[in-house]
């Protein structure tokens, strides 16, 4: 405890005795403090001075930078401007490069197309002529290839024997040949083009016509000619003119593929040959009937009213005698008429009918014939294109549509009973018309006689009465 006390009562003397020490290491630390502070100031000054003389040519160095940068960047605006142009004139002409590839593409695809259709244009006399020179500029295109710029010289060739081609065609020209005879032989000889036509004439000299295509021959077939137009061609010179058919050789095939009449109706077969048999039948019929209803005209007689007084006053012979003289089955009728004057009203009348009703099938005789024909003919001509059809499709069956000429014959051929049933039944179906109503008419006639017979006989009654 003591000592407690005695170290509380020594503390302000320590703290007496470190103040001083300590300020005097304050004053020390103080002076040395504005030593360094005096130092350093000195050398802050001379760094100002030092920077202030370096800064000036520093200064003017930036701003020659500066203005360098200033140039440099008007340079890089130019050289971008440039660029742009540049790149723009690149896109142009990439777009000017694509569009001429285009064309030349499209221009290649012509040429391409015009010498693989060149032998198409051709007449079927000229593609020997140009076979060879064709075939040759083929080889080629496929040699240098389709695409290359090599094979548009070759295509040009095709296109310069186009043209060449064209100005022979129309003043003609003339080369050697050959052509294929109906016969089917094979003919050497001088082939002229002229136009759109082909002419030829034979080695031998004595055989000449037009040239035309033929279904699976390579040569052209020959049409011969005869009379002026052979010795025209014969004697061609160059200069004279050369006969022109304006079908080209198609109206000369189709009058050797129509053939006669009697070839035409033998492609119509049995059912064919019975229906022609039905329409000359109607037709013999027809004229028949015709002439039977001349023989039995018919008209109102003159003297009526003298035949019914007659027969009413009793003098029933001398009647039937004025009725004869009536041409046909009228007086017949006036005479049955005349011998039952006296009777019945109704069963003279019956009478004189009974002779109309007699009479009547033989006016109408023949006439159902007629209509059976006009309505049978065209279902035979049905018929006999049914065989047919089913005769084609047997054949395309067997031997499938390779060849269209073959089919088309073939059903041309099975519409010839069509053709005929009409041919037959339309002028059968007049005619039937025709003599109908003459029939009907003759009755008719009959029918009004019979009447006004019965008037006068009724009016004479009642004034006699």
């Known amino acids: 405890m003591n000592n407690w006390i005695r170290i509380l009562l020594l503390l302000p003397f320590c703290s007496i005795a470190m103040g001083q020490e300590q300020d005097e290491d304050v004053q020390a630390w103080s002076a040395e403090i504005e030593s360094r502070l005096s130092e350093s100031l000195q050398a802050y000054k001379e760094l100002q001075e030092s920077i202030?003389?370096?800064?000036?040519?520093?200064?003017r160095e930036i701003n020659a930078l500066e203005v360098q940068v200033i140039e440099l960047r008007k340079e890089v605006v130019a050289l971008k401007r440039t660029a742009e142009r540049g790149q723009k004139g690149l896109t142009d002409l990439q777009a000017d490069r694509s569009?001429?590839?285009?064309?030349?593409?499209?221009?290649?695809?012509?040429?391409?197309?015009?010498?693989n259709t060149f032998e198409g244009r051709l007449h079927i006399a000229e593609d020997q002529n140009y076979e060879q020179s064709l075939e040759a500029l083929r080889q080629k295109v496929e040699s240098l290839g389709p695409d290359s710029l090599d094979s548009v010289d070759a295509k040009a060739e095709a296109i310069a024997m186009g043209f060449d081609r064209l100005t022979n065609v129309i003043g003609g020209y003339s080369f050697e040949g050959r052509a294929i005879d109906l016969d089917g032989a094979l003919l050497d000889g001088t082939v002229y083009a002229y136009g759109p036509a082909g002419y030829f004439v034979s080695d031998t000299g004595d055989r000449a016509g037009l040239l035309s295509f033929q279904s699976g021959a390579l040569e052209p077939a020959l049409n011969e000619l005869d009379g002026v137009f052979e010795n025209t061609i014969l004697n061609y010179d160059g200069v004279n003119n050369l006969p022109l058919d304006g079908t080209l050789g198609k109206a000369i095939s189709l009058s050797e593929a129509s053939g006669s009449l009697a070839e035409h109706l033998k492609k119509g077969g049995p059912v064919g040959v019975a229906i022609m048999?039905?329409?000359?039948?109607?037709?013999?019929?027809?004229?028949?009937?015709?002439?039977?209803?001349q023989q039995l005209a018919v008209s109102m007689p003159a003297n009526l009213l003298e035949i019914a007084t007659t027969a009413f006053d009793g003098e029933i012979d001398k009647a039937k005698a004025e009725a004869r003289k009536v041409?046909?089955?009228m007086g017949e009728m006036l005479s049955e008429g005349a011998s039952h004057v006296h009777g019945d009203r109704d069963l003279m009348e019956d009478h004189m009918l009974s002779v109309i009703l007699h009479k009547r099938p033989q006016l109408e005789r023949f006439l159902p014939w007629l209509a059976v024909t006009a309505a049978a003919t065209p279902l035979m001509g049905l018929l006999g294109t049914v065989v047919g059809m089913i005769k084609t499709f047997t054949l395309i069956t067997i031997f499938g549509t390779g060849d269209p000429k073959a089919l088309s014959s073939g059903i041309s051929e099975a519409l010839i009973t069509t053709e005929l049933g009409l041919i037959v039944a339309i002028p059968t179906l007049v005619i039937h018309g025709a003599l109908l109503r003459l029939a009907k008419k003759r009755v008719?006639?009959?029918?009004?006689?019979?009447t006004e017979f019965s008037k006068i006989v009724s009016k004479v009654a009642s004034r006699g009465d």
Do not use: H
């Not at 202030?52 to 200064?59: D, F, M, N, T, Y």
């Not at 008719?444 to 019979?450: I, N, P, Q, T, V």
């Open 444 to 450: 008719s006639s009959m029918e009004l006689a019979a």
């Open 52 to 59: 202030a003389e370096e800064k000036l040519p520093l200064v």
């Open 277 to 293: 048999a039905m329409g000359v039948l109607a037709l013999i019929l027809a004229i028949f009937k015709l002439l039977d209803l």
């Open 327 to 329: 041409k046909g089955w």
């Open 99 to 115: 569009g001429l590839r285009g064309q030349n593409q499209y221009l290649a695809g012509l040429m391409s197309e015009y010498l």
